[in-house]
Nanobody, 120 residues
Framework: QVLLVESGGGLVQHGGSLNLSCTAS????????MGWFRRAPGKEREMVAT??????DNYVESVKGRFTISRPDYRKITLQMNSLKPEDTGLYYC???????????????WGRGTQVTVSS
């Protein structure tokens, strides 16, 4: 089983910053893209940012210029969130595309989520 362990959520005021981190357990053959998704209260889960092993990133329009996703290690990603807004509040999930074995098809794995709350 591949585990994705998230950390770094919390409560912050409007305009503040948080840094999320996610590390995948070393129980796989290969990793593909990793990323962050969020589910706001009463809304469906949405992609926030993703990054490939080669460092190509992608963001949802609402966070461009404020959030930065990085992959400092093959198994680790971070999300630096600046200028946070109340609408950024939600449960943030780490996601990874995983090849468990050499000849397997890729599967998606999810972390348990870390709560981000931005007060107005």
């Amino acid at each position: 089983q591949v585990l994705l362990v998230e950390s770094g959520g919390g409560l912050v005021q409007h305009g503040g910053s948080l840094n999320l981190s996610c590390t995948a357990s070393p129980t796989f053959f290969a990793l593909g893209s990793m990323g962050w998704f969020r589910r706001a209260p009463g809304k469906e889960r949405e992609m926030v940012a993703t990054i490939t092993p080669g460092g190509m990133d992608n963001y949802v329009e609402s966070v461009k210029g404020r959030f930065t996703i990085s992959r400092p290690d093959y198994r680790k990603i971070t999300l630096q969130m600046n200028s946070l807004k109340p609408e950024d509040t939600g449960l943030y999930y780490c996601n990874a595309q995983v090849w468990k074995f050499f000849n397997s098809t890729p599967s998606e794995y999810w972390g348990r989520g870390t709560q981000v709350t931005v007060s107005s």
